[in-house]
Structure formats: C-alpha cells, structure tokens
C-alpha cells in the first residue's frame, strides 16, 4: 500500500515537472536537489519561473517570498508541506543551446546566484567563453583590475548594484 502510494506520487510529480507550462503549489517546499548552495535574488514566483527555464539543467524551483530568494533544483524527490508561504513549480519551457554573443554592462553588478570563481581571467571576452563552457553558466562578472571572473546560473536576477570597474555579461 505505502509502495503503490510512492509509486503514484512520483507519477504526479513528473507529470508536473515535465509539462510544458510553468505550474507551481503553495505552502510546499521541492526540499533539496539545489542545483547551487548559493539562492538567486528574485522579484516574484514568476521570475523564480522563467529564471528555471533558462536553466538547462533546472526541472523545478522553490521560491521563498519572505527572503525574496530562488532555489533551482534538479530533481523532485521530496515534497515538504510549509506554512510560510513559499511556493514551488516546475520548470516551464525547454532551453536552446545556441550560442550567441555575450551583451556586457559596465559598472553594474547583479550579486548572488555564483557558480565558480576564476582568477588569472585576462579580459572579458575569455570570461564569456569560460561562462560558455562552465555548465548551468547564463552570465559572468569580471573585475579587469584583479583578472577575476564570477560565473553566473542567472542572469540579471535580482536588484542591479553600482560596481564601478566591473563588467557583468549575459549570454
């Protein structure tokens, strides 16, 4: 009985984590499988959404309102039920994998949702390529002046910060 219980739950939660809208539950917390021990800075639930569907590897999220933060997860394999208000869901559309040219802004920064630090990074362009090649990478920071390069699992997630020196790109 508890087996055939399991069994059908799991099928409900692929089922939902596979669909092609982004549908997501209230009070329940996708516990663990983060794709990063460090959460994106979000806005809504609905950024904490789309956020996910730029992530190759993302199948679902839990966004906490209170903290304002995204977790992006690789799997569901626990469903917690939570009373503070957090919301989690499934990620909404499949991603493409062509490459396009890096868009750089300078002087401004989006802190959090940090993959890997690269020192010995000689120019922003080599930064973009890195981010490129680094899975689950959507966009970098770059600090010219101490050759170090930030890569990114979400790109202008967050509140923008002025940074003066640095180079924040998105793919």
């Known amino acids: ?3 055939a219980s399991l069994v059908l739950i799991s099928i409900a939660l692929f089922g939902m984590c596979y669909g092609q809208q982004c549908s997501f539950e209230s009070n329940v917390d996708y516990f663990g499988n983060d794709l990063s021990t460090v959460p994106c800075p979000v806005k809504s639930l609905e950024e904490c959404c789309n956020l996910c569907s730029k992530v190759k590897e993302c199948a679902a999220w839990t966004y906490i309102p209170t903290t304002g933060y995204c ?9 917690r ?3 503070d208000g957090r919301y989690s869901g499934c990620r909404q559309t499949a991603v493409t994998n062509a490459p396009c040219p890096c868009k750089e802004t300078k002087d401004v920064n989006y802190p959090g949702c940090d993959l890997k630090e690269q020192a010995g990074i000689l120019k922003s362009d080599d930064c973009c390529k890195l981010c490129r090649e680094t899975p689950n990478c959507v966009a970098f920071a770059y600090l010219a002046e101490f050759q170090y390069c930030y890569l990114k699992s979400a790109a202008n997630s967050g509140t923008p910060q002025s940074y003066p020196g640095i180079i924040y790109g998105t793919l």
Do not use: D
């Open 1 to 3: 009985m508890i087996r």
């Open 71 to 79: 977790w992006l997860k690789h799997s569901v394999t626990e469903r």
């Open 81 to 83: 039920v939570m009373v």
